[in-house]
């Protein structure tokens, strides 16, 4: 892991500005259109979220593995995911479910005034902790547990983000939204086709909209010791 110093901070080579710029380029040109997110996603140092091994790859529209199983999302699907959580206005807080490197997080922490983030891997959760700390992303709340759990201490939410894909949605996570509230969610399995789907609280209907076709890990049962 990298550590955050600010000259690490604001890259060289292939970590550096001008390759983060060609990367909003391609951002924009597959339709990411909220100035804000494209901003953030522009200064926030992703090369600080992987391997080192792997840095002069950060700024590839591309996910990239992160250990234990998991990958660092691709831009644009954590650009598209931070766009539609945006789409009904900004939440006061948001629910993670998933933390894995923390990248994810740390693109909401700078948008939203508070991010609760859930991760079942212990090391992972561990890992962005440091990460956090290092960078000053001091809105960000971590808690080691079963994502399919969700956070109900500080529930509920008027948004919640997922970065595994269930086969379907949980219902703890749907109970936990707020009303009027929006969960963005991938839903699906390895072998079918996975969908990312909006789903908005009305009262106790959950109204759904399917969004585009995505590929997620898994979302698995359980939290490691």
């Keep these: 892991m990298l550590k955050a110093t600010p000259e690490s901070i604001q890259g ?108 079942r891997i212990a090391a992972l959760s561990n890992q962005a902790r440091m990460r956090f700390s290092q960078l000053g992303y001091n809105n960000i709340h971590l808690r080691h547990t079963d994502g399919s759990w969700g956070w109900q201490e500080f529930a509920e939410y008027p948004a919640i983000i997922v970065t595994a894909a269930p086969s379907e949605v949980p219902d703890a996570l749907l109970q936990q939204l707020a009303d009027g509230g929006i969960l963005v969610i991938p839903v699906g399995n390895q072998t079918d086709s996975q969908s990312l789907l909006v789903v908005e609280r009305q009262g106790d209907e959950f109204v759904r909209e399917t969004i585009e076709n995505v590929f997620f890990v898994p979302m698995l049962n359980g939290a490691d010791r």
């Excluded at 931070?82 to 948008?111: F, N």
């Design 12 to 119: 060289i080579g292939m970590t550096s500005q001008r390759t983060r710029d060609r990367l909003i380029q391609r951002l924009q040109h597959k339709g990411i259109k909220n100035e804000s997110v494209l901003e953030v996603i522009r200064t926030t140092p992703r090369h600080l979220f992987i391997d080192e091994a792997m840095a002069h790859r950060a700024y590839e529209d591309t996910s990239l593995p992160i250990n234990h199983g998991v990958t660092i999302s691709q831009p644009y699907i954590v650009a598209r995911m931070t766009e539609l959580i945006l789409s009904h206005g900004i939440p006061d807080k948001v629910l993670e479910v998933g933390t894995g490197s923390g990248y994810q997080a740390a693109i909401l922490s700078r948008l939203i005034k508070q991010v609760y983030s859930v991760e």
